[in-house]
Every structure is written in C-alpha cells, then in structure tokens.
C-alpha cells in the first residue's frame, strides 16, 4: 500500500516560486525506483491535469502549459520527490496532488496523458496552489 504525502504548496504574487514535495511511503516495503511519479493539478472548474512526471530512471516529461517554468526532481535517498516551479501565473492557481504508479507506461509523454486513468495510481491529498496578480 502506497502512501504519499505533499507539502509546500501556499500563496505567492505572479512571478514568485514555490517548490512542493511529495514523501512516498509503501507497506511492506518500498519500492520506490520502481514508480512513475508525478504532479497533476485540479481547479473546479477543470479535469485533473498531469504537469510533470519522472519515471523510474529519471526520464521527465512536462506539460507544454508548464515546460520552462518547473522542474521536476527526485532524492531516492529520502523517497521524495520535488516540483520546483518558477515564474508562477495565475492560471497555475490550483489543487496539486502528487501520483505514483507502477505502470510500465510506453513513455514520460504517455504517463502525463493516462496515469490519471489508471487504477493502479495511488494519490496524495493535495496541496493547495495560489497565485495573485
């Protein structure tokens, strides 16, 4: 059983910095390497979108709305992993929760569209975005 913890989300004026991470935990052990992992996004009014995933060999992959702007890491060391995201807009006000998937997705690319649909994707509770103008 997978468990994943966000935190460092908050409020911060267009063009600030925020940088969230995301503690994985997995009973009866870990195994973390293993696991696409990534950072999805959900307003009220819009369906959950994925922004960043890395898979198991440190392959990233990013939304076009986001690539520039974030970066996506990992510390195997410390099971977490990390979105440092820069030059924030307005528009990137939203939940952010974190994912993880054992799923042996085609590509970075294909994990951004459909780890989201998979059953096998655990999620974390989420860290609330906001960005003012």
């Known amino acids: 059983q997978v468990q994943l913890v966000e935190s460092g989300g908050g409020s911060v004026q267009t063009g600030g910095s925020l940088k969230l991470s995301c503690n994985f935990s997995?009973?009866?052990?870990?195994?973390?390497?293993?696991?696409?992992m990534g950072w999805f996004r959900q307003t009220p009014t819009k369906e959950r979108e994925g922004i960043a995933v890395?898979?198991?060999?440190?392959?990233?992959g990013y939304a076009d709305s986001v690539k520039g702007r974030v970066t996506l890491s990992k510390d195997k060391g410390v099971n977490t992993l990390y979105l440092q995201m820069n030059s924030l807009k307005p528009e990137d006000t939203a939940m952010y929760y974190c994912?993880?998937?054992?799923?042996?997705?085609?590509?970075?690319?294909?994990?951004?569209?459909?780890?989201?649909?998979?059953?096998?994707?655990?999620w974390g509770q989420g860290t609330q975005v906001t960005v003012s103008s």
């Open positions: 994912a993880a998937a054992n799923v042996p997705f085609a590509s970075a690319r294909a994990a951004l569209l459909y780890m989201a649909q998979r059953p096998e994707t655990s």
């Open positions: 997995e009973y009866p052990y870990t195994t973390f390497a293993a696991y696409y």
């Open positions: 890395i898979n198991g060999d440190g392959v990233t």
